[in-house]
């Protein structure tokens, strides 16, 4: 007997942020596939798929936005259920990483969570994970199953270069950030300066700007990063930048992750824009920053699937930017 080898690509969306996969989906020419969810009293989650995945390469799209830990065990277990329906090949696709700022002990008698993450994902029956714009690439290593780097870089380098006006400077926040910038630097045909930083170790999302290195005065600034959470640290180095003769000060960060208090004191600050990407849904209160630019990543996710679909070069559609 002989049978004809045939593969067949399933996308299903966790609730985190349907709009993005729905998108991505599209762009696939295909529909997401059904997910039949419910919550018990006591908050347990319910999964169940409403067709057949055996055989079928699954990608599960979550992002692990708020409330992070349902977020994260409704991907779990998604994965859990397509494993055990016999699918073929099971891809997480994370376009933020929850718990990724953990990824080092900075003191005694810390977890390393992005290592933990890592771990779960592979013990739910992931055989590939995917993510974008990691806080430190070296998670890649803290699993023992593919992990594809993507990055966001592409879309803002398209969107900033056609709104860049005269001199500009990419920033970095703080100096470990230094080659993101110089990534953004090197695609906008701009200079580099990076902020000196102190950041608490006892107290979270606190830090203080101290200096800047580069030159930035009488040049435009684009603070670049990962993550903008409670937009501390930017709109410290924001203020920062203004204060030493930067002709005006933007921000690009590829997750909006935006908590409170961020649009307060992005709306106080001298930041003048805000470019996010949609890897997270914008939060209730920021739906009327005026500031705010939203730029979709849903060609860039749509691609890597693709890609992984085809047993094609991921790197190749990212021309070696993704590690």
Do not use: W
């Given at each position: 007997?002989?049978?004809?080898?045939?593969?067949?690509?399933?996308?299903?969306?966790?609730?985190?942020?349907?709009?993005?996969?729905?998108?991505?989906?599209?762009?696939?020419?295909?529909?997401?596939?059904?997910?039949?969810?419910?919550?018990?009293?006591?908050?347990?989650?319910?999964?169940?798929?409403?067709?057949?995945?055996?055989?079928?390469?699954?990608?599960?799209?979550?992002?692990?936005?708020?409330?992070?830990?349902?977020?994260?065990?409704?991907?779990?277990?998604?994965?859990?259920?397509?494993?055990?329906?016999?699918?073929?090949?099971?891809?997480?696709?994370?376009?933020?990483?929850?718990?990724?700022?953990?990824?080092?002990?900075?003191?005694?008698?810390?977890?390393?969570?992005?290592?933990?993450?890592?771990?779960?994902?592979?013990t739910a029956g992931a055989d590939r994970l995917a993510s974008v714009d990691l806080h430190t690439g070296q998670i890649q290593g803290f699993v023992d199953v593919p992990f594809d780097h993507l990055t966001a870089l592409p879309v803002f380098v398209d969107y900033l270069a056609k709104t860049m006006d005269g001199p500009t400077t990419i920033v970095s926040p703080d100096s470990?950030?230094?080659?993101?910038?110089?990534?953004?630097?090197?695609?906008?045909?701009?200079?580099?300066?990076?902020?000196?930083?102190?950041?608490?170790?006892?107290?979270?999302?606190?830090?203080?700007?101290?200096?800047?290195?580069?030159?930035?005065?009488?040049?435009?600034?684009?603070?670049?990063?990962?993550?903008?959470?409670?937009?501390?640290?930017?709109?410290?180095?924001?203020?920062?930048?203004?204060?030493?003769?930067?002709?005006?000060?933007?921000?690009?960060?590829?997750?909006?992750?935006?908590?409170?208090?961020?649009?307060?004191?992005?709306?106080?600050?001298?930041?003048?824009?805000?470019?996010?990407?949609?890897?997270?849904?914008?939060?209730?209160?920021?739906?009327?920053?005026?500031?705010?630019?939203?730029?979709?990543?849903?060609?860039?996710?749509?691609?890597?699937?693709?890609?992984?679909?085809?047993?094609?070069?991921?790197?190749?559609?990212?021309?070696?930017?993704?590690?």
């Amino acid at each position: 007997m002989e049978i004809t080898s045939r593969k067949r690509l399933m996308v299903f969306s966790g609730s985190a942020n349907e709009g993005l996969a729905r998108e991505v989906a599209n762009i696939l020419g295909t529909n997401l596939g059904g997910v039949e969810r419910e919550v018990f009293a006591d908050s347990e989650i319910y999964i169940h798929f409403a067709e057949s995945v055996r055989g079928a390469d699954c990608f599960v799209i979550q992002s692990h936005v708020s409330p992070i830990n349902y977020h994260i065990i409704e991907q779990l277990i998604m994965i859990d259920a397509l494993k055990r329906a016999s699918a073929k090949r099971i891809t997480a696709v994370i376009p933020y990483f929850g718990y990724a700022r953990q990824d080092k002990k900075g003191r005694p008698r810390e977890a390393i969570t992005a290592k933990l993450m890592g771990d779960l994902f592979v013990t739910a029956g992931a055989d590939r994970l995917a993510s974008v714009d990691l806080h430190t690439g070296q998670i890649q290593g803290f699993v023992d199953v593919p992990f594809d780097h993507l990055t966001a870089l592409p879309v803002f380098v398209d969107y900033l270069a056609k709104t860049m006006d005269g001199p500009t400077t990419i920033v970095s926040p703080d100096s470990g950030g230094v080659k993101r910038a110089a990534r953004y630097a090197r695609h906008l045909d701009a200079a580099v300066a990076f902020i000196d930083k102190r950041r608490s170790t006892d107290v979270r999302n606190q830090s203080e700007s101290l200096n800047v290195v580069g030159d930035i005065n009488g040049r435009h600034c684009i603070i670049v990063d990962d993550i903008v959470d409670t937009a501390g640290s930017a709109v410290g180095a924001a203020n920062l930048l203004q204060q030493r003769g930067a002709l005006s000060v933007r921000l690009a960060a590829t997750h909006g992750v935006l908590s409170d208090p961020a649009v307060d004191r992005i709306k106080n600050s001298a930041v003048s824009e805000v470019v996010i990407s949609n890897t997270l849904p914008v939060p209730d209160d920021a739906a009327d920053l005026q500031s705010l630019t939203v730029l979709s990543i849903g060609s860039v996710l749509a691609g890597a699937i693709n890609a992984i679909f085809t047993d094609a070069s991921v790197s190749a559609i990212f021309k070696g930017e993704n590690m």
